[in-house]
Nanobody
Framework: QVQLVESGGGLVQAGDSLRLSCAFS????????MGWFRQAPGKEREAVAA???????YYADSVKGRFTISRDNAKNEVYLQLASLKPEDTALYYC????????????????????WGQGTQVTVSS
């Protein structure tokens, strides 16, 4: 059974950085495409970044140039490096996994991911 556990969230000031981690267990991480999503109160869940099995990436326009997704298959972990944080980045951040149709598949559509963690809160004060 695939399990995902996020960590690394916290309360920071605008302009600060954070690194979120997603610990993946139950199957080899190398077989899965991974995504990071976020949801702020009263808003819909939105894609932040995704990474394919082969390492190709997707970023939402709102985070391009500030956030970086990466994976370490040997450690079974996926990371999201957040930099130049803004108050509008405040949200509950989730990682998600899916067995992909191709090695280059990395989708921003949260409906396509079957495994989810519980989330880690990121709060950015102005």
């Amino acid at each position: 059974q695939v399990q995902l556990v996020e960590s690394g969230g916290g309360l920071v000031q605008a302009g600060d950085s954070l690194r979120l981690s997603c610990a993946f267990s139950g199957r080899p991480l190398s077989n899965y495409a991974m995504g990071w999503f976020r949801q702020a109160p009263g808003k819909e869940r939105e894609a932040v970044a995704a990474i394919s099995r082969s390492g190709s990436t997707y970023y939402a326009d709102s985070v391009k140039g500030r956030f970086t997704i990466s994976r370490d298959n040997a450690k079974n972990e996926v990371y999201l490096q957040l930099a130049s944080l803004k108050p509008e980045d405040t949200a509950l951040y989730y990682c998600a996994a899916r067995l992909p149709p191709t090695t280059t598949w990395a989708s921003p559509d949260h409906r396509l991911y079957g495994y989810w963690g519980q989330g880690t809160q990121v709060t950015v004060s102005s």
